[in-house]
């Protein structure tokens, strides 16, 4: 199982930036994805998870009208569009996959994954 993150990089703040979360090796229909964002020194946030069984959508509140996740199960790949950034969401953000078919309360907490992709930085600076 494999999971490639992608779409990171600088952006002004209430600039827009979409971030892919390409899985291998796993089928959409079978795993949740989450994303998760951390700052140095700092846990793990749950940000944003979706659904395998019926793609339902769930977001943290600091995201909450700003950040989109959505999935393509053609393309075996996770979304997360945010939009209206703000220094504040500068971090390395993760996605994460768990095999299961509901998100929920349980998905923004990152002990309950067990495979991970390596991260990509996002920067928000004017």
């Known amino acids: 199982l494999k999971l490639v993150e992608s779409g990171g990089g600088l952006v002004q703040p209430g600039g827009s930036l979409r971030l892919s979360c390409a899985a291998s090796?796993?089928?959409?229909?079978?795993?949740?994805i989450g994303w998760f964002r951390q700052a140095p020194g700092k846990e793990r946030e749950g940000v944003s998870c979706i659904s395998s069984s019926d793609g339902s959508s769930y977001y943290a509140d600091s995201v909450k009208g700003r950040f989109t996740i959505s999935r393509d199960k053609t393309k075996n790949t996770v979304y997360l569009q945010m939009n209206n950034l703000e220094p504040e969401d500068a971090d390395v953000y993760y996605c994460a996959a768990e095999f299961g078919q509901y998100g929920g309360s349980w998905c923004f907490d990152a002990r309950e994954y067990d495979s991970w992709g390596q991260g990509t930085q996002v920067a928000v600076s004017s």
């Open positions: 090796g796993l089928t959409l229909d079978s795993y949740v």
